[in-house]
T-cell receptor, first 112, second 110 residues
Framework: DAGITQSPRHKVTETGTPVTLRCHQT?????MYWYRQDPGHGLRLIHY???????DKGEVSDGYSVSRSKTEDFLLTLESATSSQTSVYFC???????????FGPGTRLTVT | GESVGLHLPTLSVQEGDNSIINCAYS??????FIWYKQESGKGPQFIID?????DKRQGQRVTVLLNKTVKHLSLQIAATQPGDSAVYFC?????????FGKGTRLHILP
């Protein structure tokens, strides 16, 4: 997976609890992305980062926040998880000179 | 609203035949297009890309065609093999946001 890991890989949580997903890269790539994947919707961009402490919203950012305090880590936080946030979450990275993204293995989140 | 989409959700192709997966886009400002392959239980994998100033690009057994006039993108896979069975996504770059279409499942018939 091109030096990109996600943790946890699986999580079950209750509605209303906070959840943080971590994406870690060893490639020193500038850009990092968080997507969610649901049946019938493909991959939808939640947030992305174009550098340390530089982030921007994607298509479906409501209910999510992100932080990037260092190049290698991009955190996705659900402040108060809802059942509609049950999904598979993918992190991706890309180099500045290329639009080719490398994806992590995904995190399956279930909110009960 | 503007979106990247696909004409067919499922495509069945005989092994050995060529596959053509289509994609329509509506944002004429997009400058870069990418095709990804996703196998079951895995993250998407890059296949091939094309810049908006090109009409065609070839890779190993794959060709991407871009028709800007009708805002259409296609992925051609030559001599389709069982290992090509997957979901294929087109994606476009809009100001460093890489937006995906909904995907087409390619099913290989023996």
């Amino acid at each position: 997976d091109a030096g990109i890991t996600q943790s946890p890989r699986h999580k079950v949580t209750e509605t209303g609890t906070p959840v943080t997903l971590r994406c870690h890269q060893t490639e020193n790539h500038r850009y990092m992305y968080w997507y969610r994947q649901d049946p019938g919707h493909g991959l939808r961009l939640i947030h992305y980062s174009y550098g340390v402490k530089d982030t921007d919203k994607g298509e479906v950012s409501d209910g999510y926040s992100v932080s990037r305090s260092k190049t290698e880590d991009f955190l996705l936080t659900l402040e108060s998880a809802t059942s509609s946030q049950t999904s598979v979450y993918f992190c991706a990275i890309r180099d500045r000179e290329s639009y080719e993204q490398y994806f992590g293995p995904g995190t399956r989140l279930t909110v009960t | 609203g503007e979106s990247v989409g696909l004409h067919l959700p499922t495509l069945s192709v005989q092994e050995g035949d060529n596959s053509i997966i289509n994609c329509a886009y509506s944002n004429s400002a997009s400058d870069y297009f990418i095709w990804y392959k996703q196998e079951s239980g895995k993250g998407p994998q890059f296949i091939i890309d094309i810049r908006s100033n090109m009409d065609k690009r070839q890779g190993q057994r794959v060709t991407v065609l871009l028709n800007k006039t009708v805002k259409h993108l296609s992925l051609q896979i030559a001599a389709t093999q069982p290992g090509d069975s997957a979901v294929y996504f087109c994606a476009e770059n809009r100001d460093d946001k890489i937006i995906f279409g909904k995907g087409t499942r390619l099913h290989i018939l023996p």
